[in-house]
C-alpha cells in the first residue's frame, strides 16, 4: 500500500440479460446495494456517488438515491457512450485522489432489452421541396446514404480496415473470435447468454452489417454495476477481511480520439485505445506480458481483433496471428473476456465499464468459481465508446 | 423578375455537380486538414481559415461493410465504404456492384459515380454519390 493508493472495497454486477421485474432504479438500486455489502459499509460512509445511465433520463443519481439513502452527498450524473460506467468509476476515484472524500460509490446501469441497432436515428420529415440542412447541407438523412451510422457497419469497417493494413482478416476468423467469447460464457452465471455457439452455427445466422452476424454483435439487455472505491488511509482503518479482499487500482485512465486524418471519416478507435493503454501500464509500472486477463470491448467481433493490438496484448499488426496462438482462449497465455464479453455476457452500455472491472476483481479475489482463471493477479479491464472516449483500468491483488 | 429554381440539387453541399461531379474538401490553409462539413475551426492546429480543395474522383476502398437493414427509403443491403482518394479519406456507400463478399474486396479500385434521388414538388431533382467499380 502506497499512500494515494486508491482501492475497490465492494463491486458487484446484478444478473444481465432480461429483467421485466424491475425499472432502471431498481437494477442501480441492486448493484449498489450490492457492493455496499460486498464492501461492508453503508450509504451513511460514501461520500460521493457517480450515476452512469445513457438511456434514462439523466436523472438517475437522485433517482436511486430516493430508493438507497439520501444523505445529501455530491452526485455527479454521468454520461460517456459506452464509456459511461468506466467514467463514473473514474468520477469517483479522482475525488478520493482529489482528498474531498475518502469513499465513494460508482453505479451504471441500462435497460437495453428489446432495443434495435443502435446508432441508427429516425427518418427525416419529409417537406416538399428539397432544403439543405446541418453541417453538411444535406437534404435527406445520409444514414444508408452516405455510408452506415448503424454501430454493426460502423465496427465492422473498423475490423476490415485492420485486415486491409496487416492482411489475414476473414469472416471465419471474426466468427472464430466470437466463438471462444461464447464459449466462455457457459461458465458465467450471470451472462445473457450462456450457450456456447460453433463456428458454423454464427457464420449461419442473421447477417446484420457483413462480416458480422448477430452473435457477433454485443447483446442488447438489461443490468447494472456498481463498485465502492476507498483511499489508502481510509482502508487501513478497516478489518482485516476487508483489506484482504480489497483491489487496488493501480491505473485509471480515461482518453480521447485525438485528431488524424480520417478520424471523422471513420471513427478510430485505435490510436485512443493505445493511448489509454501506454498510459495505464506506465502509471501501474506493469507491461502487458504481466496480465493474467484482460476485458476489452468486444461490441462486435471485428472490434476484439483490433484492440488485441490497440492495447499492446500482440506487436503491431499481429493480432491475427495473437489470436491463432490460442492466446486469448481461456486456456491460453492471455485469456481475453472470459466472462463471455459484450457478445454473450451482454451489454448494458452504461454498466459495462464497471461490469469487466467486476469480472477482472473477481478472480483477482479468487472468487470466480468454475471461470477462475488460477492465481490470477493482475488484470486490465478495457471500454470505448464511440465518438470517442477510451476507459483503461488495471487492477491488482492486495499484495498480503 | 422570377428566378427559376436550380433543376438538381446535390444531397449534401460538398458533392459539386459541374462541370463534372466531384466532392469538395474544406482544407485548414495552416495545417492541410480536410473536412467534409462546416467548420468552426480546425481539430488539428485550432485555427480557422480553410480552402476549398477539389478530391480525386478516384480512389481505393480501404473498408468497407454490407449492410443487410436499411433505414426507411434505403434499399438493403447496400455496401458501406470508406475510400482513400488520393491521401483523403471519403465516406460513401459502393454502387454498381453486386453486394457480395465475392464482388466487394478491400483495395479495389473505384471511382466517383452519381445517381438520382427523386424530384421534389418545384421539379428540382436530387443528387447522390456513390463509388464504383473503376
Ligand atoms: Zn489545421
Known amino acids: 500500500m502506497a499512500s494515494g493508493d486508491v482501492w475497490i472495497l465492494g463491486i458487484t454486477m446484478t444478473k444481465f440479460g432480461k429483467r421485466p421485474e424491475t425499472d432502471t432504479v431498481g437494477l442501480a438500486a441492486e448493484a449498489t446495494r450490492g457492493a455496499l455489502k460486498d464492501a461492508g459499509v453503508s450509504m451513511r460512509d460514501v461520500g460521493v456517488l457517480a450515476a452512469g445511465n445513457l438511456m434514462g433520463g439523466g436523472a438517475l443519481g437522485q433517482q436511486l438515491q430516493k430508493q438507497v439513502g439520501q444523505t445529501g452527498i455530491p452526485v455527479y450524473n454521468v454520461a460517456n457512450a459506452c464509456a459511461t460506467g468506466a467514467t463514473a468509476l473514474r468520477t469517483a476515484i479522482m475525488a478520493i485522489k482529489a482528498g474531498e472524500v475518502d469513499m465513494g460509490l460508482a453505479v451504471g446501469v441500462e435497460k437495453l432489452s428489446g432495443a434495435g441497432l443502435l446508432g441508427v436515428r429516425g427518418p427525416r420529415a419529409q417537406s416538399d421541396t428539397w432544403q439543405p440542412e446541418g453541417r453538411q447541407g444535406a437534404i435527406m438523412g445520409l444514414d444508408g446514404r452516405v455510408n452506415t451510422d448503424n454501430m454493426p457497419g460502423t465496427f465492422a469497417q473498423i475490423g476490415m480496415e485492420y485486415g486491409h493494413k496487416y492482411g489475414g482478416v476473414s469472416f471465419e476468423l471474426f466468427a472464430r473470435i466470437s466463438e471462444k467469447n461464447h464459449g466462455h460464457s457457459t461458465l458465467n452465471p450471470l451472462a445473457a447468454y450462456n450457450k456456447a455457439m460453433s463456428k458454423e452455427q454464427i457464420m449461419s445466422d442473421v447477417m446484420i452489417a457483413y462480416p458480422n452476424t448477430r452473435p457477433m454483435c454485443s447483446a442488447n439487455c438489461d443490468g447494472a454495476a456498481a463498485a465502492v472505491v476507498v483511499s489508502d488511509e481510509k482502508l487501513k482503518t478497516l478489518s482485516d477481511d476487508q483489506r484482504k479482499r480489497a483491489i487496488r487500482v493501480a491505473a485509471s485512465v480515461l482518453t480521447t480520439d485525438p485528431y488524424e486524418v480520417g478520424c471523422q471519416v471513420l471513427p478510430n478507435v485505435n490510436t485512443l485505445t493505445k493511448n489509454a493503454a501506454k498510459q495505464a501500464y506506465e502509471t501501474a509500472g506493469v507491461s502487458p506480458e504481466d496480465l493474467d486477463l484482460v476485458e476489452l470491448h468486444d461490441c462486435f467481433a471485428t472490434a476484439e481483433l483490433v484492440h488485441y493490438d490497440n492495447l499492446m496484448l500482440c506487436d503491431e499488426g499481429n493480432a491475427v496471428d495473437f489470436f491463432e496462438s490460442g492466446a486469448p482462449h481461456r486456456d491460453g497465455r492471455l485469456p481475453v473476456n472470459v466472462s463471455g464479453g459484450l457478445q454473450s455476457k451482454g451489454h448494458p452500455i452504461a454498466a459495462t465499464g464497471i461490469a469487466n472491472i467486476w469480472e477482472i476483481c473477481h478472480h483477482l479475489r479468487g472468487e470466480a468459481g468454475d471461470r477462475q482463471i488460477q492465481g490470477a493477479k493482475v488484470g486490465l479491464a478495457h471500454v470505448i465508446g464511440l465518438g470517442s472516449a477510451c476507459g483503461v483500468h488495471i487492477l491488482e491483488k492486495a499484495a498480503a | ?134
Open chain 2, 1 to 134: 423578375m422570377t428566378q427559376t429554381a436550380p433543376s438538381r440539387i446535390p444531397l449534401v453541399d460538398y458533392l459539386v455537380l459541374d462541370p463534372e461531379p466531384h466532392l469538395v474538401a474544406q482544407e485548414c490553409t495552416n495545417c492541410g486538414a480536410r473536412y467534409f462539413d462546416h467548420r468552426d475551426a480546425c481539430a488539428g492546429c485550432f485555427e480557422d481559415e480553410f480552402s476549398p480543395v477539389d478530391v480525386p474522383p478516384t480512389g481505393e476502398v480501404t473498408a468497407f461493410t454490407i449492410v443487410s437493414y436499411a433505414p426507411p427509403g434505403v434499399d438493403a443491403p447496400f455496401v458501406g465504404a470508406i475510400v482513400d482518394c488520393g491521401g483523403t479519406p471519403v465516406r460513401a456507400n459502393l454502387r454498381d456492384v453486386e453486394p457480395t463478399p465475392e464482388q466487394v474486396t478491400l483495395g479495389m479500385k473505384v471511382a466517383l459515380t452519381t445517381y438520382s434521388l427523386g424530384t421534389d414538388s418545384a421539379g428540382t431533382e436530387a443528387i447522390g454519390f456513390g463509388f464504383a467499380p473503376a
